[in-house]
Each structure stands twice: as C-alpha cells, then as structure tokens.
Nanobody, 121 residues
C-alpha cells in the first residue's frame, strides 16, 4: 500500500513560480513511475510530467515542457514539480500519482488527494 500527499499549492500571480511536493508513505517495489497530473473544473485529468524510480528518465507534456520540471530526492521518498512562469490556464488541482509502468492516462495505481494551484492574471 502506498500513500501520497501533495503540498505547495496556493494562490499566485501570473509569472510567479511554485514548487509542489509529494510525500510518499509505504514501499513501492520494482520499476515504478511517479507522475504529476492536474485537473481543472469541467476538464479531464491531464498528464504533466513523469519520472522513473531511479530518476534516469523523465517525460513531459508539451503544454508544460520548458516551464515545469519534475524531480525526486535521492532517497526516493519525495517527488517535486517546479513550476515557473505560471499562467492563469495553469489553475487546477494538482495530483501526484504512482504506477507500475509509465502512462499518460489517469489510471494510476495510487493517487494523492491533490493540492490547489490558482494563478491570477
């Protein structure tokens, strides 16, 4: 069993930066992926970025490539999402998730409860 908890969201202005954190509890075995998703009201949950368990590979959605960076600590207990040059369209609930294999679909094995990011113009 794996538990995830996001933090770091808040209310910011366009152009600001935020770093989201995802704390993990429990043990993940084998080759797993950590990813960040977001979901705005009335929209589908959107893949943003993913990183493998060793941190050797990263994958980004085109919509955030160059602005967002995913990383994890050396002990593999936390994963981060650095978000720069935030835009009002980035306003959404942000979720971290863990899956046994990489996927861009919102069907991951484990999910956090989300943290809200609101970007004002």
């Amino acid at each position: 069993q794996v538990q995830l908890e996001e933090s770091g969201g808040g209310l910011v202005q366009a152009g600001d930066s935020l770093r989201l954190s995802c704390a993990t509890a429990g043990t993940v075995f084998g080759t797993y992926w950590w990813s960040w998703f977001r979901q705005a009201p009335g929209k589908e949950r959107e893949f943003l970025a993913g990183i493998d368990w060793r941190g050797s590979s990263t994958v980004y959605a085109d919509s955030v490539k160059g602005r967002f960076t995913i990383s994890k600590d050396n002990w593999k207990t936390m994963v981060f999402l650095q978000m720069n040059n935030l835009k009002p369209d980035d306003t959404a609930a942000y979720y971290c998730a863990v899956n046994s294999a990489f996927s861009r679909n919102a069907d991951y094995d484990y999910w956090g409860r989300g943290t809200q990011v609101t970007v004002s113009s």
